[in-house]
């Protein structure tokens, strides 16, 4: 069955550089696009990035110009590079696949506190 595993997150100071790893199972990894979205408490799920299986990249517009997402499809694991946060950046994280339903994974929390 499909698989997401979030790893990565924890407590972090502002303006640090966490990068959060999701690895899969169950499905053609490299065939899919690869999401990552993320929940602040209060407030509803916000995209944060998108990888298309040929590596074409999107960003949500609160996260444009810091984060990176990437993949290796040798590895079945996606990526998000995120550099100088912010306390509003603190938030559940999760990893997300499209495949006729949505797939999630059970979330990393990160947290940006000095």
């Known amino acids: 069955q499909v698989q997401l595993v979030e790893s990565g997150g924890g407590l972090v100071q502002p303006g640090g550089s966490p990068r959060l790893s999701c690895a899969t199972s169950?499905?053609?990894?490299?065939?899919?696009?690869m999401r990552w979205f993320r929940q602040a408490p209060g407030k509803q799920r916000e995209f944060v990035a998108r990888i298309t299986g040929g590596g074409i990249t999107y960003y949500g517009d609160s996260v444009k110009g810091r984060f990176t997402i990437s993949r290796d499809n040798a590895k079945n694991t996606v990526y998000l590079q995120m550099n100088s946060l912010k306390p509003e950046d603190t938030a559940v994280h999760y990893c997300?696949?499209?495949?006729?339903?949505?797939?999630w994974g059970q979330g990393t929390p990160v947290t940006v506190s000095s």
């Open positions: 997300n696949v499209y495949l006729k339903a949505d797939y």
């Open positions: 169950g499905f053609i990894f490299s065939d899919n696009d």
